[in-house]
């Protein structure tokens, strides 16, 4: 079955970088996601990552995919005030070349001043 | 600018009455989902369709029904609201075979039952 785990919340100081984890169990995924929700708005797709790459870069963001420990990590460098929100990772499964997304529960990003 | 666009931000309802939630998308996606979004559980899928008429159970359905009349259009059908139902519903649309970033979001229904 699916499940994606992430912790609930994360405190960073401002500059700093943010290490955002998520495991899941499905070895069959597709695809990993991040997303992004701020306060009142729906879901942003940040970054994601072909379940047969290692890594993958963009600006500050940084991913790194651990396949066989199942473990998916965002690392946001230079941590900004703009970037509080909820982080939400995903694995996407493939059912007859129709994707399904499973979500993990959310990491409440906060930054100190 | 593509656009998933749900009908109602903010809602109130009383318990025992029927509840419609609408999402429509102007990109000819073949895929549509919802899912409720509650603190501390994340994101979980109610329901899903891959084509018109076509729908299919996801995590969590029981109480919920939906309807996939046209293409552009997935409702979410709550028929008899209850208090535990009070959540966001987000709704999504995607092309079959996506690449990664191709699954849209709608901005959310925010559903109080009272």
């Known amino acids: 079955g699916e499940d994606v785990e992430q912790s609930l919340f994360l405190s960073v100081r401002e500059g700093d970088s943010s290490v955002i984890n998520c495991t899941y169990t499905?070895?069959?995924?597709?695809?990993l996601y991040w997303y992004k929700q701020e306060p009142g708005a729906g879901l942003q797709l940040l970054t994601y990552?072909?379940?047969?790459?290692d890594m993958k870069q963009d600006q500050r963001l940084t991913v790194l995919l651990n396949k066989k420990d199942k473990h998916l990590s965002l690392r946001i460098a230079d941590t900004q005030t703009g970037d509080s929100a909820i982080y939400f990772c995903?694995?996407?499964?493939?059912?007859?070349?129709?994707?399904?997304?499973?979500f993990g529960t959310g990491t409440r990003l906060t930054i100190i001043p | 600018d593509v656009k998933v666009t749900q009908s109602s931000r903010y809602l109130v309802k009383r318990t025992g009455e029927k509840v419609f939630l609408e999402c429509v998308q102007d990109?000819?996606?073949?895929?549509m989902f919802w899912y409720r979004q509650d603190p501390g559980l994340g994101l979980r899928l109610i329901y899903f369709?891959?084509?018109?008429?076509?729908?299919e159970k996801g995590d969590i359905p029981e109480g919920y029904s939906v309807s996939r009349e046209k293409k552009e259009r997935f409702s979410l059908i709550l028929e008899s609201a209850s208090t535990n139902q009070t959540s966001m519903y987000l709704c999504?649309?995607?092309?079959?075979?996506?690449?990664?970033?191709?699954?849209?979001f709608g901005e959310g229904s925010w559903l109080t039952v009272v």
């Open positions: 999504a649309s995607t092309t079959p075979g996506m690449s990664g970033n191709t699954i849209y």
């Open positions: 499905d070895s069959s995924s597709t695809y």
């Open positions: 990552i072909f379940s047969n790459m």
């Open positions: 995903a694995e996407s499964i493939s059912n007859f070349g129709n994707e399904k997304l499973t």
């Open positions: 990109m000819d996606h073949e895929n």
């Open positions: 369709s891959y084509d018109v008429k076509m729908k």
